[in-house]
């Protein structure tokens, strides 16, 4: 028996057509509304809606007729809009659970690829919670895999500020990626999350900067000696400094603007060993070595002796890193 009344499309008041209860969409863009209002005016409703029909005796006697909504709000919205009176419809046969018109409003609109990525996290939940739902027999229900319905149900693990966001498209979905691997430090997924809508950046870069806070934490959990080592290089220098242990030894980065910076952290440096520095060019890198007391033959030799291009460029930062 088919599931429609004779497979046969009907033309439905518009005024009789209830919305369904469960649609999971919530938000509508007016434009894109304005938009299938004119293209209705032109051509028409293309595609029916789907609806059940109830009948109901009416107050004063005799039967009244109702239709619900199952699949189609968008049009229907549009044909109001249009200012269409009627609207083609298929009638679904028998009782329709509440079950079933979840399931048939969030897969129209998957199918469709008209639910925001938080609408569609909500729909997930409602058949979670309400119906006890497996993460995979949604999957099957919306053809898609249980990873992705698990994926989806994450997004609404994120404030309400940044699911807002992402429902006008302030965000992509995929930004949200690395904002969920900051859930549990709400400041600094609050400060990325601000950095993506000034900065406009890109799903790679918003990763990059999740994953560098991630490390850091990693590091701070194994080996909270280095961190306090760490600190008291930036509080000594005035600078961002990080060590990187290796199995054999490790490497101290230190971060400077331009030359007069670097000059500065020599001089604190310099002030740290007591103002007994010198500074020898060994490419690439800078080596600092303790003066140590000229021999008498040496300081003949340097006496009086002018300063040549060559001895000017041993002074020389512009080829020094740190």
């Avoid at 434009?31 to 107050?59: C, M, N, P």
């Avoid at 569609?120 to 990873?147: D, M, Q, Y």
Wanted: aromatic residues 6%; without cysteine.
């Amino acid at each position: 028996m088919s599931q429609f009344y004779n497979d046969a499309i009907f033309w439905i008041e518009v005024d009789k057509i209830k919305p369904n209860p469960y649609q999971p969409r919530r938000d509508f863009d007016e434009t894109q509304l304005k938009s299938l209002a004119d293209s209705i005016r032109q051509y028409g409703v293309l595609q029916a809606l789907v609806v059940t029909r109830k009948e109901f005796e009416k107050d004063g006697g005799g039967l009244g007729v109702e239709y619900e909504l199952i699949a189609g709000e968008r049009r229907l919205r549009a044909a109001k809009i249009a200012g269409l009176v009627q609207v083609p419809a298929l009638i679904r046969n028998g009782e329709d659970t509440d079950l079933m018109k979840l399931e048939l409003a969030i897969i129209e609109n998957i199918q469709r690829e008209d639910l925001s990525p938080v609408d569609r996290a909500r729909a997930f939940e409602r058949l979670t919670k309400e119906f006890n739902f497996t993460h995979a027999e949604i999957g099957k229900k919306v053809g898609k895999s249980r990873e992705y319905v698990s994926n989806t149900l994450r997004i609404l693990t994120l404030p309400g500020y940044i699911l807002t966001a992402l429902s006008e498209g302030k965000i992509t979905e995929g930004h949200t990626r690395p904002l969920m691997m900051l859930v549990d430090r709400p400041q600094e997924q609050e400060t990325l999350f601000k950095e993506i809508l000034y900065k406009k950046l890109n799903v790679r870069e918003a990763e990059g900067i999740a994953r560098n806070i991630a490390v850091e934490r990693a590091r701070k959990l194994l080996d909270t000696e280095l961190i306090d080592i760490e600190k008291m290089f930036k509080e000594k220098l005035g600078t961002r400094v990080r060590i990187e242990k290796k199995d054999d030894g490790g490497t101290v980065k230190i971060d400077f603007f331009n030359k007069d910076d670097l000059r500065a952290i020599l001089e604190r440096i310099d002030k740290e060993l007591g103002g007994n520095m010198t500074i020898v060019e060994a490419s690439p890198e800078v080596v600092l070595e303790e003066a140590k007391p000229l021999t008498e033959e040496e300081r003949i030799l340097t006496e009086d002796k002018p300063k040549s291009d060559e001895d000017e460029s041993l002074y020389s930062v512009n080829n020094f890193s740190i």
